[in-house]
């Protein structure tokens, strides 16, 4: 964590302020300012895409490969990893994919408008196994008002894991939001292309079962106020196992 910025408020005055929390604007204004120089650079242009935590790109790629006219941007915590998945994308002239070094949490509000992401793809996200790390994960409450903000009426939001307790908990919270629908991985634009990513093709080869869902965001407001919420989960620490049967 970087210390205070004095200027901070400046970035308050931004657009994407409306979707960072006032203590990330505060301390993490070195990353904000990171990704606002690679959007100067890279321009994203419409239609996009994103995957949040694309590792070495095996899943990026067949995104990129499969739909040409649609910008494909891997958003990745890992410098290392973003350079493998750039190369790879380089090494096949796949122009419309992206890999940028960021947070996708301050990323996505400061790289595009709202309204206007195709998907959101989120593959085995990080389970953050103890109870003690549970605030780290990823898909909460917020998150998820963030992603409804930003992807267009119409667009796809698509979740794949093995940890089940966390996809249990997501697939409740989702199926209690009357803005997203839930529709078959099948009707998602370009699933037919989709490669397997490094975690998906481990499962397949291990035959560890694991889950998949896919929601549409529909064209009402965001309706957060639900009885069961992922960040109460989180808040509470609940601890995530492979198998909620587990004791
Ligand atoms: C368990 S790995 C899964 C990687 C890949 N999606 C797969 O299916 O094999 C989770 C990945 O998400 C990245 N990650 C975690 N939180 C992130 C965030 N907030 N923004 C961007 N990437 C993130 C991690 O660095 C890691 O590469």
Same mark, same amino acid.
């Given at each position: ?37 690679? /959007? ?7 239609? %996009?895409?994103? =995957?949040?935590? $694309?590792?070495?790109? &095996? *899943? ?35 122009t419309n994919g992206h890999v940028i070094h960021a ?56 979740? /794949? ?7 249990? %908990?997501?697939? =409740?919270?989702? $199926?209690?939001?009357? &803005? *997203? ?59 995530y196992r492979y198998h909620p049967e587990e004791k």
């Amino acid at each position: 964590m970087t210390p205070l910025n004095p200027q901070w408020t400046e970035l308050k005055q931004q657009s994407f302020a409306a979707y960072i929390p006032d203590e990330v604007l505060k301390y993490r204004s070195d990353e904000i300012a990171r990704i606002m120089e690679w /959007k100067a650079a890279n321009p994203v242009s419409l239609p %996009a895409g994103v =995957e949040i935590g $694309s590792n070495r790109g &095996c *899943f990026l790629l067949g995104l990129a490969r499969g739909q040409r006219e649609v910008s494909c941007l891997g958003i990745e915590l890992k410098s290392s990893l973003c350079r493998i998945a750039s190369n790879k994308l380089a090494r096949e002239g796949l122009t419309n994919g992206h890999v940028i070094h960021a947070d996708a949490r301050l990323a996505i509000p400061v790289l595009f408008e709202p309204g206007t992401l195709e998907a959101i793809y989120v593959l085995f996200p990080d389970p953050w196994w103890k109870k003690r790390h549970a605030r780290r994960r990823l898909l909460d409450d917020g998150f998820f008002e963030m992603a409804h903000a930003f992807l267009k009426p119409g667009g796809h939001f698509v979740l /794949k894991t093995d940890v089940l307790d966390y996809f249990d %908990a997501v697939d =409740e919270y989702l $199926s209690s939001l009357s &803005c *997203f629908e839930r529709v078959e991985m099948s009707s998602v634009p370009g699933s037919d292309s989709w490669t397997l990513s490094t975690r998906e093709r481990h499962c397949l080869e291990d035959v560890l079962p694991y889950r998949q869902l896919a929601v549409r965001k529909r064209d009402v407001a965001w309706d957060g106020n639900v009885p069961v919420t992922l960040t109460e989960k989180k808040l509470e620490k609940h601890n995530y196992r492979y198998h909620p049967e587990e004791k």
